[in-house]
């Protein structure tokens, strides 16, 4: 998504606050899908696949062609009722002939970074009449969330500094440093939190690094809004979203959540706006649109995923050397010879068949969003 322009034209302070990034992070959204024709979308033939994999005890999904575009079906339903799950790397679809909504779709992170939510909206519609879904009403908006990331070097603040209408509050730290604040349970939550910890922890979302254009102390801004707080400032369509949102984010970052800076008034209320605060107030004023930055974020990832595997490969490596020469005796083994027999020892273990089916499978797997 869109990259603000914080140094053009302008005399940048050392320790001024610089947005790196904003944008859409998540996106879920019911839609109101009239019955489809069995010739696209048979959920009697879904049935009987997903309990083929419950009665063979498979926790894989299966990789199914539906109206032209592949998914993964799961071997479970979803906690709120939609006896199918629908994954890829753009989607997760929850789907059922007789729910009502049928299909309750969740935009996946990768994707917002990768596409506009319009676009997305407009590829799931698209699937749907593919299917032989009619439409029978216009969507509803479930939950968004909103994000700004900043380049942070050094935190000022903690969780007293924050003043909200949330009645709940939590901290969460890692070998004692704080990483993220929490404010609010239900409708409205702000997290403001270490991105790049979170990256390196938890969800390896290393794309980031290429938005920002750095890889280090980048703290993010993030409000969680549901479906009651969104029908308030009347958003209720993708379409509304894109109208209304400034007006939304005006009001949490205005009235909602604010951050102070500590003095000697006890009324926290009363204290002055964090420079980060303010900056984040102009930015949200200045904002027509969430657009859609492009990147390509699986290649990043896999660029990633390939040098952890290779220094955990090597790792091992030196772990079989050393076993082998106190084994046989020998002071040291070469780069060379541990080469030689780490391959030995794969080649007996080689099986044709399984390998291929075991790479194909796992090359699926990276296809359909799991990297």
């Keep these: 998504m869109s990259k603000p322009e914080t140094t053009e034209g302008k005399l940048m302070v050392a320790g001024a606050p610089n947005l790196l990034l904003h944008g859409i992070d998540t996106v879920q959204c019911a839609y109101y899908l009239g019955p489809p024709s069995t010739k696209h979308l048979d959920f009697a033939k879904l049935a009987v696949i997903k309990e083929q994999l419950r009665m063979d005890k498979s926790r894989e999904p299966r990789a199914e062609t539906l109206g032209g575009t592949e998914f993964f079906l799961q071997p479970y339903g979803s906690s709120s009722g939609y006896p199918f799950v629908l994954t890829n790397e753009d989607f997760k679809i929850e789907l059922g002939e007789f729910n009502h909504p049928s299909c309750f779709v969740t935009f996946r992170s990768q994707a917002l970074w990768r596409e506009s939510v319009t676009a997305l909206h407009a590829k799931i519609l698209t699937w749907a009449t593919g299917v032989g879904f009619d439409v029978q009403q216009a969507e509803t908006l479930s939950r968004v969330d909103f994000c700004f990331d900043y380049s942070l070097v050094q935190r000022d603040f903690d969780a007293d500094s924050f003043v909200s209408q949330s009645d709940k509050d939590s901290q969460h730290r890692e070998h004692g440093t704080i990483q993220t604040f929490t404010l609010g349970k239900g409708d409205v939550v702000l997290r403001v939190y270490d991105k790049v910890a979170e990256?390196?922890?938890?969800?390896?979302?290393?794309?980031?690094?290429?938005?920002?254009?750095?890889?280090?102390?980048?703290?993010?801004?993030?409000?969680?809004?549901?479906?009651?707080?969104?029908?308030?400032?009347?958003?209720?369509?993708?379409?509304?979203?894109?109208?209304?949102q400034g007006m939304l984010l005006h009001y949490l970052a205005e009235y909602h959540d604010t951050l102070r800076s500590r003095n000697d008034d006890t009324n926290r209320s009363r204290w002055p706006l964090h420079p980060l605060w303010t900056d984040l107030q102009q930015r949200i004023a200045e904002l027509h649109a969430l657009e859609a930055k492009q990147v390509e974020g699986k290649e990043l990832v896999l660029d990633e995923r390939l040098m952890r595997l290779t220094i955990s490969i090597y790792g091992y490596l030196k772990r079989m050397a050393a076993v082998?020469?106190?084994?046989?005796?020998?002071?040291?083994?070469?780069?060379?010879?541990?080469?030689?027999?780490?391959?030995?020892?794969?080649?007996?273990?080689?099986?044709?068949?399984?390998?291929?089916?075991?790479?194909?499978?796992?090359?699926?797997?990276?296809?359909?969003?799991?990297w």
Aim: glycine fraction near 4%.
């Design 199 to 244: 990256i390196r922890q938890q969800s390896a979302k290393v794309w980031f690094y290429e938005l920002w254009g750095q890889e280090e102390h980048v703290w993010r801004i993030e409000w969680q809004v549901r479906k009651p707080v969104l029908k308030k400032f009347w958003i209720r369509t993708v379409a509304d979203l894109q109208e209304h």
């Design 324 to 370: 082998s020469c106190v084994k046989q005796g020998q002071p040291m083994m070469s780069e060379e010879e541990a080469y030689a027999l780490l391959g030995e020892r794969l080649r007996q273990l080689f099986e044709p068949f399984s390998w291929k089916l075991d790479v194909q499978k796992r090359m699926k797997a990276i296809e359909l969003g799991e």
